[in-house]
């Protein structure tokens, strides 16, 4: 299995653009969450799927930001319009079931400007 | 007090060193987890502990689930050991709590 795939592994953009991050979870896996990193906060959770169906978008910042499952094996992250403050590293990560290990992207670096 | 505690927060060794990165956590649990971040890099999940000790290869981690406590111990430290160590716990559903990571960087 090639793993958990990302797309673009890094975005630079101009601050009012719009930008979609991609995700293909591993193949079987349930469970799809978006996590954004920074120096400042860690780790956080922005959006929790289960069987395509968002379980949990508590942690999505804004309205500013919308994520998408339309299938099992794709889902969006898009921020519109983008702010410097956006400027992070995310991270896609599928499992088999809700308690089971993740599995991580390896992150798309968005860089607003 | 964050409710995943790890230390050292930055820990540089000679290759060839034991290593020990802790995680104390203040919240009841189901899982722990330990994950690898090189830098610019993605993040591997190293272990998923309930109880007691795993062990792949020269990595080590335990878990004393009384104390709220766990290690990751890495023996014969090799530079491409130098990552970022990240514990992170669940009470059994979904989300995660994690601790601020350990840098660690080990010199040839």
């Known amino acids: 299995d090639a793993g958990v795939i990302q797309s673009p592994r890094h975005e630079v953009t101009e601050m009012g653009q719009e930008v979609t991050l991609r995700c293909k979870p591993i193949s079987g896996h349930n469970s799809l969450f978006w996590y954004r990193q920074t120096m400042m906060r860690g780790l956080e959770l922005l959006i929790y799927?289960?069987?395509?169906?968002?379980?949990?978008d508590s942690g999505m910042p804004e309205d500013r930001f919308s994520a998408k499952m339309p299938n099992a094996s794709f889902s969006t992250l898009k921020i519109q319009p983008s702010e410097p403050r956006d400027s992070a590293v995310y991270f896609c990560?599928?499992?088999?079931?809700?308690?089971?290990?993740?599995?991580f992207g390896s992150g798309t670096r968005l860089t607003v400007v | 007090k964050n409710e995943v505690e790890q230390s050292p927060q930055n820990l540089t060794a000679q290759e060839g060193e034991f290593i020990t990165i802790n995680c104390s956590y203040s919240?009841?649990?189901?899982?722990l987890h330990w994950l690898q971040q090189h830098p610019g890099g993605g993040i591997v999940s190293l272990f998923m502990l309930s109880s007691g000790k795993k062990k792949h290869g020269r990595l080590i981690a335990t878990i004393n689930i009384q104390e709220k406590h766990s290690s990751l111990h890495i023996t014969a430290s090799h530079p491409r050991d130098s990552a970022v160590y990240i514990c992170?716990?669940?009470?059994?559903?979904?989300?995660?709590?994690f601790g601020t990571g350990t840098r660690l960087k080990v010199l040839a």
């Open positions: 919240v009841g649990i189901s899982a």
């Open positions: 992170a716990v669940s009470s059994g559903t979904y989300k995660y709590i």
């Open positions: 990560a599928s499992s088999l079931t809700e308690n089971y290990g993740y599995t």
């Open positions: 799927f289960n069987n395509n169906v968002p379980i949990d």
